[in-house]
């Protein structure tokens, strides 16, 4: 097969490599389809398709090495495939699940409002008065933010918060700091978000 991936520049090349490993990259992609919130919104052919576009960019990216044998390099080229289809079934997973694991805010909702009442005595609660924050959750928010960059002072996950906190979605977040997406998005969800919730 390796001869097929030296050969990229020939589109009947890549067909072959496909169809080479077409079985082991739908098993690779069924195994994120039991995740029922990815499930929801992609279908298998869907992700099999994005699959097949990490399989072209494999092909692109290998660089054989001649002082390794062949089945070395073709090791290392299998390799290759299966982390590039895994990293992107990662980031579609994390996407999928986005807001059921969304970092909930630690500020508090105070809410300027007006309650009246109607001529049956029941009460309602009128529109805002203001949307503008009140002193107190410029306070709160202050606090938060110190809180966090104390926890946070350093590494992957200081540099990963810092961009966070100025508004940055994990997409550019990653493309500045040079990591995969994936990655990014544990630090905010298993590191970032479970530390908010302490501090909430």
């Not at 001869?3 to 739908?26: E, G, H, Y």
């Not at 409002?113 to 009460?123: F, R």
């Amino acid at each position: 097969m390796l001869d097929f991936v030296l050969d990229n520049k020939n589109p009947s090349s890549f067909a072959t490599i496909v169809d080479r490993l077409q079985w082991s990259i739908r098993k690779q992609v069924s195994s994120f389809m039991l995740d029922p919130m990815l499930s929801r919104v992609e279908d298998e052919d869907s992700l099999f398709n994005l699959a097949l576009v990490k399989v072209n960019d494999a092909v692109s990216n290998f660089e054989y090495d001649p002082q390794l044998t062949t089945e070395h390099n073709e090791r290392r080229f299998l390799a290759m495939v299966k982390k590039y289809i895994r990293n992107e079934m990662i980031d579609h997973q994390y996407a999928a699940n986005v807001d059921k694991r969304k970092p909930k805010s630690a500020l508090l909702s105070i809410d300027m409002c007006i309650t009246t009442g109607n001529d049956d005595g029941e009460l309602r609660k009128s529109e805002p008065i203001s949307d503008d924050p009140s002193a107190f959750d410029v306070l709160v928010a202050d606090e938060f933010d110190t809180f966090m960059r104390e926890q946070f002072s350093s590494g992957e996950e200081g540099d990963v918060y810092g961009l966070l906190s100025k508004g940055f979605p994990p997409e550019r977040i990653a493309g500045k700091l040079g990591l995969p997406v994936s990655r990014v998005r544990y630090i905010i969800y298993e590191k970032i978000q479970r530390r908010a919730a302490k501090y909430a």
